[in-house]
Every structure is written in structure tokens, then in C-alpha cells.
């Protein structure tokens, strides 16, 4: 069973950049298309962005496109992402997964913005 465990979050001002990361054990990472997602109180999980198994194309939704990058290293079973230009609105917590038929959810990472 694959473990994810995400880390990196914090407070940070609007503005201001933060780096998440996400380990992934036990499973076939490097064969599987990755992504992150984020879950604001009292709203549904939603898509981030995603990468590809073999880099071929990057996704991200709209409202992070030009902000946030997401990268992957597949030798160490881990992806990143990197945030810019951060909002309040960006506040969540956000979770890495595998893009289709997810894995079982880790506990997240804390992501939080003051304006």
C-alpha cells in the first residue's frame, strides 16, 4: 500500500513563495501520472496541477496558472510544488496523490496565507 506523506507548508504572507514537497513509499510512482490538490474550509478537495510519469506535460488549474510550478523527481519517489505570488485565497490544506484512481490520502500539508 502506497504511503504519501506532504510537508513544507506554512504562514506566509501575500506575495510570498513556499515550497511543498511529497514522498510517496511503497508504490509505483514512477509510473504513475502525479498531481496535487487543496481543501479550503468548508469547500470540496480541487485539483492543483499534475505532471506526467515521464515529464511530458505539466496541468494546472486556472487559478494558479502562471504561479505555481510542479516538479517531480522520480528516483526519489517525490514531487514538489513550487508556490509564488501567493494569495489568501490560496490557503488549504493541499495533498499529493496519484492523478487517476488515487492512493489512500495522506494528512496533507498546511498551506497558509495572510493578507
Known amino acids: 500500500q502506497v504511503q504519501l506523506r506532504e510537508s513544507g507548508g506554512g504562514l506566509v504572507q501575500a506575495g510570498g513563495s513556499l515550497r511543498i514537497s511529497c514522498a510517496a513509499s511503497?508504490?509505483?510512482?514512477?509510473?504513475?501520472?502525479m498531481a496535487w490538490y487543496r481543501q479550503a474550509p468548508g469547500k470540496e478537495r480541487e485539483f492543483v496541477a499534475s505532471i506526467t510519469r515521464n515529464f511530458g506535460a505539466r496541468y494546472y488549474a486556472d487559478s494558479v496558472k502562471g504561479r505555481f510550478t510542479i516538479s517531480r523527481e522520480n528516483a526519489k519517489n517525490t514531487i514538489a510544488l513550487q508556490m509564488n505570488n501567493l494569495k489568501p485565497e490560496d490557503t488549504a490544506i493541499y495533498y499529493c496523490n496519484r492523478r487517476e484512481v488515487p492512493w489512500s490520502w495522506g494528512l496533507g500539508t498546511q498551506v497558509t496565507v495572510s493578507s
Open positions: 511503497g508504490g509505483t510512482f514512477s509510473s504513475s501520472d
